[in-house]
T-cell receptor, first 112, second 112 residues
Framework: AQSVTQPDIHITVSEGASLELRCNYSYGATPYLFWYVQSPGQGLQLLLKYFSGDTLVQGIKGFEAEFKRSQSSFNLRKPSVHWSDAAEYFCAVGARGNKLVFGAGTILRVKS | GAGVSQSPSNKVTEKGKDVELRCDPISGHTALYWYRQSLGQGLEFLIYFQGNSAPDKSGLPSDRFSAERTGGSVSTLTIQRTQQEDSAVYLC??????????FGPGTRLLVL
């Protein structure tokens, strides 16, 4: 069965510092991987996705993620965090055109 | 273009009453999904519609939950005889074929 683990429930970083949010997945085939962001009281916004090809994918708002098959990981990174990045981040895995399985989420706090 | 819209944005109901939640997907998207987000359970898949195929209802938690999609567009999620544990945010998403799912803002349901 598919599963996603986000080991960090909360992360706090200083504004301007770099960020890495961890995601590990379990899936029997080549996964479709996603990162979503959710601001308080809002729906989920797609940051980036990996289907195939280049293992380093670029997304919106300056985010990127790297797919590492050997580690079953899809970590999200940003070189310099802005206060507006404070939100909850969800990693998800899905089959082709099918339901998504989400991790528990990581809440990002940004301190000035 | 317009994104996924959901109505109502908030719903307060009494235990035992029925509720209907509506989702308008992005025009042209053939797939539509319902998810539930609650404090204890995180983000859970409920049901998935793809074109004219039979829906995947594998995530519906009980027979009090049902959903339909009329004309391949608008969808309604119905919860009968609501219980307090049904309180959650109900999220709808749509996608083209194998592509990414785009989420609406959600309906916050509170069962008193």
């Amino acid at each position: 069965a598919q599963s996603v683990t986000q080991p960090d429930i909360h992360i706090t970083v200083s504004e301007g510092a770099s960020l890495e949010l961890r995601c590990n997945y379990s899936y029997g085939a080549t996964p479709y991987l996603f990162w979503y962001v959710q601001s308080p009281g809002q729906g989920l916004q797609l940051l980036l996705k990996y289907f195939s090809g280049d293992t380093l994918v670029q997304g919106i708002k300056g985010f990127e993620a790297e797919f590492k098959r050997s580690q079953s990981s899809f970590n999200l990174r940003k070189p310099s965090v802005h206060w507006s990045d404070a939100a909850e981040y969800f990693c998800a895995v899905g089959a082709r055109g099918n339901k998504l399985v989400f991790g528990a989420g990581t809440i990002l706090r940004v301190k000035s | 273009g317009a994104g996924v819209s959901q109505s109502p944005s908030n719903k307060v109901t009494e235990k035992g009453k029925d509720v209907e939640l509506r989702c308008d997907p992005i025009s042209g998207h053939t797939a539509l999904y319902w998810y539930r987000q609650s404090l204890g359970q995180g983000l859970e898949f409920l049901i998935y519609f793809q074109g004219n195929s039979a829906p995947d209802k594998s995530g519906l938690p009980s027979d009090r939950f049902s959903a339909e999609r009329t004309g391949g567009s608008v969808s309604t999620l119905t919860i009968q005889r609501t219980q307090q544990e049904d309180s959650a945010v109900y999220l709808c998403a749509s996608s083209e074929d194998i592509n990414s799912q785009y989420f609406g803002p959600g309906t916050r349901l509170l069962v008193l």
